[in-house]
């Protein structure tokens, strides 16, 4: 069943067009992908989905909702969170703390003035974001303010920000830009992990990794969605090689 | 958390001791006596006083929210009229003007706010420099209501109390700094209070990125709306106290210039990042506005020269200066 539809969606600056008469399926329980050379519209695409741009043409449907007109905080709150490519944290908060202003969002608590963050009703707050911090393997680093954590750390935050919002889909937008060999491979195992659980829609250049874990691939070019299908079929597809790979 | 319930009773009862904010308040509640000694007088404590609540009021969101208002002087002298108005033409007493002139400036603030709330940076700075602006002409215009140019004369500090049980004169200025040093203290426990809450949170984090807090579910236009006519409260209310003391309402607090003196009091003390700040941008500003402007008529001068020092040596503000050891138990919005 699809989780998220767009149909003929379509953004322009100006004379560019970002992001031309995209209709894309995403699939509950998949891991989908979207891939194509730099400029091909995907940040865009991002932004659209989650109300950070409103889109020129055409619509967007989460779940069978119409969420094109939704504000970003409304598209959250049904259920699509995203993690950003440059990354996109409180830096002058502690680790926790940005873990748990989110979750604090998310069970909307954000407006109470009068009780302590260390008061028992807020402790499944606290639980919850300390166990987020755990699963993303920050535990232990709390208290660092986040802006002096190591930048593969900072990227796991950008996830576990994301992850705080309990999305039914998780938008990823390149998390392994700028990761050394060996920790791209741990962030592959923890895409591949999260899954298991998580419908996600992943922009990523690292064409291993991509043939490697997602169900379903589109390619993005020039605004269009040019191809879509498998793995095995993106490999062979010759637009595709033309377009992204190089003639790979 | 539970470290908090389990927590030996002695040492949860030094840590409020220990903490800053009874410092600050034993300081206040001894300032009238040494004072003198300092070239002061007890009409300056209360300016002090009521300059702190008003920065203290103004640093929800300027400090934590990070929105530079050039505005609330606006809700300062509409506090400051409202009580002077209430006062001579309504009722004659104390507590019904007090609260007319903080639920006044919290209902413009609120209007304005809805104005302001989607705004940010230059932009918000300038639309509440304008909106401040347009509360100055009516002030000064309105003469039947305001008195115009010559001001809102006759105000009285009346005694105060509840009716029935006791009551208290404070006409004498000793009596008014405490009855100020009073309210400083409840407006100073409630700010922190609402700074350190969960909401608090939620205004730090439009402060640092506020993209990332609309993606993360805030609707940040309606916590900055919250938080300007929070703050607008506080500001009426600093308003209020000041026509007490002064015994009168002048439109001249509500020009936006005014408006830029608190901001330079929360830069001034580092009100941008610890809770303290604005108490002691406050305190300096009008002890050294008192000091200098006795000894030179240009002390406008020699003020512009020490704020510029102030920013190129100590940007975080003064009182980063004493902080460096105390600096993990004050807590604030971090820098």
């Not at chain 1, 031309?20 to 194509?36: A, F």
């Not at chain 2, 300016?47 to 505005?71: D, M, R």
Request: net charge neutral; aromatic share 10%.
């Amino acid at each position: 069943m699809e989780i998220l539809t767009t149909q003929n969606l379509s953004k322009h600056f100006g004379g560019l067009v970002a992001v031309n008469d995209v209709s894309l399926k995403v699939t509950e329980g998949c891991l989908t992908s979207l891939i194509g050379p730099n400029g091909a519209g995907k940040t865009t695409l991002f932004n659209l989905l989650t109300g950070l741009m409103k889109p020129d043409e055409g619509r967007i449907h989460f779940q069978q909702v119409d969420i094109t007109a939704y504000p970003p905080h409304r598209i959250v709150k049904e259920g699509v969170a995203r993690s950003f490519q440059i990354v996109n944290i409180f830096g002058e908060l502690t680790l926790l703390e940005n873990v748990r202003v989110a979750v604090q969002a998310q069970k909307g608590h954000g407006l109470e003035m009068f009780a302590s963050v260390n008061s028992s009703s807020f402790h499944e707050v606290n639980e919850q974001a300390a166990a987020i911090v755990k699963a993303t393997g920050l535990g232990g680093k709390e208290r660092t303010i986040a802006k002096n954590l190591s930048y593969g750390d900072k990227r796991l935050l950008e996830i576990a920000i994301a992850l705080a919002s309990k999305p039914r889909l998780l938008l990823m937008d390149e998390p392994t830009s700028g990761l050394a060999s060996r920790e791209t491979g741990k962030m592959r195992e923890f895409i591949q992990n999260l899954a298991k659980e998580l419908t996600i829609l992943l922009i990523e250049h690292d064409m291993n990794i991509v043939l490697s874990i997602s169900d379903h691939i589109a390619v993005l070019h020039q605004g269009r969605v040019i191809a879509e299908g498998g793995p095995d079929a993106i490999r062979r597809n010759a637009d595709v090689q033309e377009a992204y790979l190089g003639g790979l | 958390m539970t470290e908090l319930t389990e927590e030996p009773v002695n040492s949860a009862v030094s840590r409020v001791v220990r903490h800053p904010m009874l410092w600050v308040f034993a300081l206040f509640l001894v300032l009238p006596y040494f004072l003198p000694f300092l070239g002061g007088y007890t009409y300056l404590g209360v300016e002090v006083l009521i300059w702190s609540i008003f920065a203290l009021g103004l640093n929800i969101i300027v400090g934590y929210t990070g929105l530079p208002s050039f505005g609330h002087g606006a809700f300062f002298g509409v506090g400051a009229f409202v009580l002077g108005i209430v006062q001579l033409r309504v009722t004659h007493g104390m507590w019904v003007p007090l609260l007319a002139a903080i639920l006044a400036a919290t209902l413009c603030g609120a209007v304005v706010g809805l104005f302001v709330a989607k705004k940010r940076g230059i932009y918000f700075a300038l639309l509440t420099i304008a909106f401040s602006q347009m509360f100055w002409f009516v002030a000064w215009g309105w003469d039947s209501v305001t008195g115009g140019e010559g001001g809102l004369l006759g105000i009285n500090r009346l005694p105060v109390g509840i009716p029935g049980l006791f009551s208290v004169g404070i006409d004498s200025i000793l009596h008014f700094y405490y009855f100020v040093y009073l309210i400083f203290i409840a407006c100073v426990v409630l700010i922190w209070i609402i700074v350190h809450s969960p909401f608090g949170r939620t205004l730090q984090s439009i402060r640092y990125n506020d993209t990332r807090a609309r993606c993360i579910g805030y609707n940040i236009a309606f916590y900055k709306w919250i938080a300007f006519t929070l703050s607008c409260a506080f500001s009426g209310l600093a308003g209020a106290l000041y026509a007490l003391l002064r015994n009168a309402a002048f439109s001249d607090v509500l020009h936006w210039t005014r408006s830029g003196d608190v901001i330079l009091m929360i830069i001034l003390g580092g009100g941008m990042s610890n809770f303290f700040g604005p108490i002691l941008g406050a305190g300096v500003f009008i002890v050294l506005r008192d000091l200098f402007s006795t000894i030179t008529e240009h002390w406008l001068l020699i003020y512009g020269l020490l704020f510029m020092a102030v920013i190129i040596f100590v940007p975080e503000g003064l009182l980063t200066i004493f902080q460096r050891r105390t600096r993990r138990k004050v807590t604030g919005p971090e820098k």
